[in-house]
């Protein structure tokens, strides 16, 4: 094609004028006729439409009276009266049970109307209660005949219909005629046009030929040659111009001479001038190579003040961990003291997520010279990453009310439950995120968002999503906002290290992602990020911990029938987590992967409860609801939909689809115990005091003979340490004990890691007390 084109364009203006005018014909020519064939056509078709929708419509007036006194001589005489048109191939009145009750073709009555087209539009007039209409509708067309069908109607009912068929083939022929006559026309008109486009480009391209001859004289020598300047104005002027050209060319000549003669002196000038400038390059080398030498003075300089600068910043977050981790290990003791209220200890837990949170941020400053040593490494393993989730939004929720912000999290169905990563550093980007999001945010509220990207065998890719109705970010500044220690001008009253945001990047980018921001001043921040991961492994009960502040439920009360509980869930890792909530205290279980598979089991098995899921494949929750509660046993059922959005409007969306109740995803068993007591006549059986094993009991596997192997120095300092929660010092003292105290020192470490400085100190005193 594009070969054609060029060779087109190649063609000489004669042939170009030519081809151009006739192809622009033809064009114009074409569009015309079509536009008249078309015209045509459909005006004669629309006025054989008007002519069948006039005489239907009189058929059936005329037909109504005999039809409704079953007088089929009288319809007869009616049919009889539009055999008068010559276009007429048929005319029929036909009754509601299909059968012909007056033809133009005597043959044809009492037969019953049998093919496809006729039989549906006849159901299409039974099916009709309301809003009866009296419109002709085409059964059938073609280039041949038109086939139009128009109702009897009487007294809201339809009596029966009409049927009238039309010949096609007189407009058929005025149609050929007509495209016979534009073809004609096209052609002769295409002849014309080429014969005015050769003449026009006749006598505008002789012109032009003389003016090439005169330039192959020239070529060849002839000084003396000029152009004629007679003809087309055009090609005159150009001819005109060609001469005062030449007389140019002969003055550029001479005057070229001259130059050359004065070249060949400046050639002798600029020899010169090199020589001078390859003396002055010998210099310029010897001041590039003392100036390269005090650059990278300067760079070592540099290097060592930033290396002396992650030192300090490393000694002064070591100093500051060993207070913070007393105050996280004296709040942990506090809430497993039976002396302190059960309201308090609501407090004291707030407290001692703070001062995690606290801790993390001093350490921020560690971690930002471990990265920039290279030293920082990903720790990966299976975590529930919907507790997670969970613990770092109710704490981020107490900091927002604080401001009168809401806090609001919108996950999506995909979303995992347990997934294989680093949860240190993760909790670390979204405490990041959350806390700059609240810290610049006056009034509106931050929204979380959590969705999955892909999701295969082997890995995942979340997406987060943190957005702000915040002050928002200058352009300008957003590359600087991730730099280390670099804080905007709005930020300079805020606390913080400024080290934040310079971590998250690093850490999102070691999990395999990015982070971007869109942001605009006053109207808020969209940080957003995508991480990779791995599926988990280990099982669902391992890891997930529902917590509860209350008695635990142990099982249903005793003399419970039998409950029946149907679970509609997509997520494999949600099935199982809530399946062996349910089936541990006694429930009956069943999963259904889909709302359509949900609707056959509750047909099949009659729950008394079902768990509805909002996402899912095949069928949604709010669909499958709707469904069931028109089904037997429908309105009895309890419905409790799982969403994971604390959006208002999808709040209401399950509830008016039929819900009776909803819990928001991550959810806690207690959670589900409690809204399926509130829905079903059912009582528990909870743990009592004693019931339970201890927590303290499981990491008391050390004894006061066991701390004997000791020195007494030993035990005073693990005491001393024990009572200011230093657990830096008692780290370092288990280090100093030889292999062969090897149990001893691991049951220390698991103390300390679970910060019970009261255990460490109950062994070392009571062991003090004894020595005395």
């Known amino acids: 094609m594009n070969t054609l084109i060029q060779k087109l364009w190649n063609q000489s203006i004669r042939n170009q004028l030519i081809l151009g005018t006739a192809g622009i014909l033809t064009l114009l020519i074409s569009v015309f006729s079509y536009f008249t064939i078309h015209n045509h056509s459909d005006f004669l078709h629309k006025e054989a439409m008007a002519e069948t929708q006039d005489r239907s419509l009189m058929l059936a007036v005329n037909s109504q009276v005999w039809v409704m006194a079953n007088d089929y001589v009288g319809l007869e005489e009616v049919i009889s009266n539009f055999e008068i048109y010559k276009d007429l191939i048929y005319a029929a009145v036909i009754n509601m049970d299909g059968k012909v009750i007056a033809h133009t073709d ?74 016979r006559n534009s073809l004609l026309f096209t052609f002769g008109a295409l002849l014309i046009g080429l014969l005015v486009s050769f003449l026009t480009a006749k006598s505008l391209t002789d012109p032009l030929y003389r003016l090439i001859d005169t330039m192959k004289r020239i070529r060849k020598g002839d000084k003396d040659a000029m152009a004629d300047e007679n003809g087309v104005a055009e090609v005159g002027q150009l001819s005109h111009e060609f001469n005062l050209m030449l007389g140019t060319l002969k003055q550029n000549e001479e005057e070229l001479q001259r130059t050359q003669k004065n070249l060949r002196q400046d050639i002798r000038q600029r020899v010169k001038v090199e020589k001078e400038i390859r003396d002055l390059n010998d210099n310029l080398e010897t001041i590039v190579q003392d100036r390269t030498k005090a650059l990278e003075e300067e760079k070592e300089k540099a290097e060592a003040s930033n290396r002396a600068k992650s030192a300090f910043l490393a000694n002064m977050s070591h100093e500051l961990r060993t207070p913070l981790n007393a105050i996280l290990g004296f709040s942990t003791l506090m809430t497993q003291s039976s002396d302190i209220p059960e309201t308090e200890k609501d407090n004291l837990k707030i407290i001692n997520h703070s001062g995690e949170h606290l801790l993390q941020l001093v350490n921020d400053v560690l971690d930002m010279s471990k990265i920039e040593a290279g030293h920082v490494r990903l720790d990966a393993e299976d975590f529930d990453l919907g507790e997670l989730i969970r613990n770092i939004t109710d704490m981020m929720r107490i900091r927002a009310s604080e401001k009168g912000l809401q806090l609001l999290v919108d996950q999506t169905s995909k979303f995992p439950r347990i997934i294989h990563g680093d949860a240190p550093k993760l909790r670390q ?55 280390p220690f670099e804080q905007l001008a709005n930020a300079t009253s805020q606390k913080g290290t400024g080290l934040g945001l310079a971590i998250t990047r690093q850490f999102v980018n070691m999990m395999g992602g990015d982070i971007h921001v869109q942001s605009k001043p006053d109207e808020g921040s969209i940080f957003s990020f995508s991480i990779q991961v791995k599926h988990a492994t280990t099982d669902l009960d391992l890891i997930t911990n529902g917590g509860s502040d209350g008695k635990a439920v142990i099982s249903l009360a005793d003399g419970e029938p039998e409950w029946r509980i149907l679970v509609v869930e997509d997520q494999l890792e949600n099935q199982l987590l809530i399946q062996k909530i349910l089936k541990q205290i006694g429930f009956q279980v069943k999963i259904a992967e889909n709302g359509a598979k949900g609707i056959e089991l509750f047909q099949t098995w009659q729950p008394h409860f079902i768990w509805m899921d909002r996402r899912m494949p095949v069928m949604d929750g709010l669909t499958a609801t709707r469904k069931i509660r028109h089904l037997p046993g429908g309105d009895q059922v309890k419905i409790v939909a799982l969403t994971a959005s604390v959006f208002k409007d999808q709040r209401d969306e399950v509830m008016e689809a039929g819900s009776d109740d909803f819990v928001r995803k991550p959810y806690r068993p207690e959670e589900l115990y409690d809204c399926m007591a509130r829905h079903l006549p059912l009582h528990y059986r909870y743990a009592e005091d004693g019931e339970l094993e201890d927590e303290g009991s499981k990491l008391l596997n050390l004894s006061t003979q066991d701390m004997a192997q000791l020195s007494e120095t030993l035990r005073d300092s693990l005491y001393g340490a024990a009572v200011i929660g230093d657990a830096q010092s008692i780290t370092e003292i288990i280090q100093t004990l030889p292999e062969a105290q090897i149990a001893l020192a691991s049951g220390l470490r698991k103390l300390v890691d679970a910060y019970r400085f009261d255990l460490i100190m109950e062994l070392t005193k009571t062991e003090t007390k004894t020595d005395t």
């Open 106 to 179: 005597k043959e044809r009555i009492g037969q019953y109307v049998s093919d496809k087209a006729r039989v549906n539009y006849l159901k299409h007039l039974l099916a009709q209660k309301h809003q009866l209409s009296d419109r002709a509708t085409i059964i059938s067309q073609n280039e041949h005949h038109i086939d139009l069908a128009r109702p009897i109607r009487h007294n809201n009912h339809y009596i029966g219909w009409v049927e009238l068929r039309t010949d096609q083939t007189q407009r058929q022929e005025s149609i050929s005629a007509t495209i």
């Open 429 to 483: 980007i979204l405490i990041n995120l959350l806390s700059n999001a609240i810290k610049f945010t006056n009034q509106g509220g931050i929204t979380l968002r959590l969705d999955t990207l892909e999701d295969d065998d082997c890995n995942l890719v979340l997406k987060f999503e943190v957005e702000d109705s915040g002050t928002g970010i200058e352009q300008k500044d957003i590359e600087r906002i991730f730099m």
